[in-house]
């Protein structure tokens, strides 16, 4: 079983539209979880940490149930801006030193007008 | 001001040669990476350390041999390339590494 998987993607969606991805990963010592962008050809960065009551940072949400050991992201009123690919990131391990930021494979969003 | 960069930024070589990769970050970080991303956009760790010593490191062929003179710099030497070394390898660093991770620009090698 891969350390984080996510849906395949790619999704392409109207303008406007709301989309979600999920992600589930394998360690449950994992306590750091983040999701990522990386546009094309381009340096993955930070879209948003997600926390376990769930948090939200304008048209973004992200939750956390750690239960399940899986992660979402929520994205409403779809602009042609937020076509990327969205990557789920868990760090690997609690013990110090050993961690790491483990990515998913990433799910491409491509946003049409 | 760059927080973490990476040079070269493209790197064309023939089979068989030995080729650096540079990494610095001006962060105060940590903890430094690298990261490989495949031509199926897969990024997947190759090594990390923490105050210029090797925590982790993954199935990476010993050809590959990362330095980290000191806390902010951490290079990747390759010997010996093969065609299937081919892909862009990102440097990224993090304070603790449970934090965010930042990334350099990566390099985007291509071996002919």
């Known amino acids: 079983r891969k350390e984080v998987e996510q849906d395949p993607g790619p999704f392409n969606v109207p303008e406007g539209a709301t989309v979600a991805f999920n992600c589930t990963y394998s360690?449950?010592?994992?306590?750091?979880f983040f999701w990522y962008r990386q546009d094309c050809r381009k340096e993955p960065k930070l879209l948003m940490s997600?926390?376990?009551s769930g948090n939200e940072d304008g048209r973004f949400t992200a939750q956390l149930n750690r239960a399940s050991q899986y992660i979402s992201l929520l994205i409403r009123d779809s602009k042609l801006s937020d076509s990327a690919t969205y990557l789920c990131?868990?760090?690997?391990?609690?013990?110090?030193?050993?961690?790491?930021?483990?990515f998913g494979s990433g799910t491409r969003l491509q946003v049409q007008p | 001001d760059t927080a973490v960069s990476q040079t070269p930024k493209y790197l064309v070589t023939q089979m068989g040669n030995d080729k650096s990769i540079k990494c610095e970050q001006n962060?105060?970080?940590?903890?430094m990476y690298w990261y490989k991303q495949d031509s199926k956009k897969f990024l997947k760790i190759m090594f990390s350390?923490?105050?210029?010593?090797?925590?982790i490191n993954e199935t990476v062929p010993n050809r590959f041999s990362p330095k980290s003179p000191d806390k902010a710099h951490l290079n990747l030497h390759i010997n010996s390339l093969e065609l299937g070394d081919s892909a862009v390898y990102f440097c990224?660093?993090?304070?603790?590494?449970?934090?965010?991770?930042?990334f350099g620009q990566g390099t985007r090698l291509t071996v002919v």
């Open positions: 990224a660093s993090t304070f603790g590494g449970v934090n965010e991770a930042f």
């Open positions: 360690n449950s010592a994992s306590q750091s």
């Open positions: 997600v926390y376990s």
């Open positions: 990131v868990v760090n690997r391990g609690s013990n110090t030193g050993r961690r790491a930021l483990t």
């Open positions: 962060l105060g970080h940590d903890t």
């Open positions: 350390y923490n105050n210029k010593e090797l925590i």
